[in-house]
């Protein structure tokens, strides 16, 4: 039984942190269960019918390159979004299915991360934060300026992990007592 391994103050400090589809996934888990003490959401979708059809930063930079528009459908779709029609044909499917529609369900504080060259708009990742904001809740933005989907800046990734270590301590609690089973 895993249980018996882990101590009942251990089960109050679970924490998520997911990046891409992952930054949409713990948004997700965190209005649908009020068991996390702390969420981090980076570059991830929170509007899944405002994603599609939304060009990307490569595509503005460099439109003589083509505009992906059929992709963009083809993910939210069939692909990892999984809605199975386009949004004016499901809007209720995409509303339920987007983060920032169900932030006033969002019981966690939530770290969200976000890049100004990502694919995944850093908009999103703005509007997600200002719904939590208005409502009170407990978040912040945090913003990588020149960064793609993924931060790699030595400079930025060094604030990245410690901003995200930082927050994870802040909320929860006391730092938990280093495991000395197997000395």
């Given at each position: 039984?895993?249980?018996?391994?882990?101590?009942?103050?251990?089960?109050?400090?679970?924490?998520?942190?997911?990046?891409?589809?992952?930054?949409?996934?713990?948004?997700?888990?965190?209005?649908t269960s009020s068991r996390f003490r702390?969420?981090?959401?980076?570059?991830?979708?929170?509007?899944?019918?405002?994603?599609?059809?939304?060009?990307?930063?490569?595509a503005r930079a460099m439109p003589e390159?083509?505009?992906?528009?059929?992709?963009?459908?083809?993910?939210?779709?069939?692909?990892?979004?999984?809605?199975?029609?386009?949004?004016?044909?499901?809007?209720?499917?995409?509303?339920?299915?987007?983060p920032v529609y169900v932030a006033d369900?969002?019981?966690?504080?939530?770290?969200?991360?976000?890049?100004?060259?990502?694919?995944?708009?850093?908009?999103?990742?703005?509007?997600?934060?200002?719904?939590?904001?208005?409502?009170?809740?407990?978040?912040?933005?945090?913003?990588?300026?020149?960064?793609?989907?993924?931060?790699?800046?030595?400079?930025?990734?060094?604030?990245?992990?410690?901003?995200?270590?930082?927050?994870?301590?802040?909320?929860?609690?006391?730092?938990?007592?280093?495991?000395?089973?197997?000395?």
């Amino acid at each position: 039984d895993w249980s018996s391994d882990v101590c009942s103050s251990d089960l109050t400090r679970i924490g998520l942190w997911g990046h891409s589809y992952g930054g949409y996934a713990v948004a997700m888990m965190n209005a649908t269960s009020s068991r996390f003490r702390a969420v981090v959401a980076s570059a991830g979708l929170y509007d899944l019918a405002g994603t599609i059809g939304t060009f990307g930063p490569s595509a503005r930079a460099m439109p003589e390159n083509g505009v992906p528009i059929a992709s963009l459908y083809a993910w939210a779709e069939r692909g990892q979004g999984r809605m199975g029609a386009p949004p004016w044909l499901a809007p209720a499917r995409y509303v339920a299915n987007s983060p920032v529609y169900v932030a006033d369900r969002m019981h966690a504080p939530m770290l969200i991360i976000g890049a100004d060259r990502d694919v995944s708009p850093l908009g999103q990742a703005e509007q997600l934060f200002s719904a939590l904001y208005r409502q009170g809740k407990d978040a912040e933005l945090v913003t990588y300026w020149g960064e793609g989907h993924v931060v790699a800046s030595p400079a930025n990734l060094r604030d990245l992990y410690a901003r995200v270590i930082a927050f994870f301590r802040d909320n929860f609690g006391t730092e938990a007592e280093p495991s000395h089973a197997g000395r």
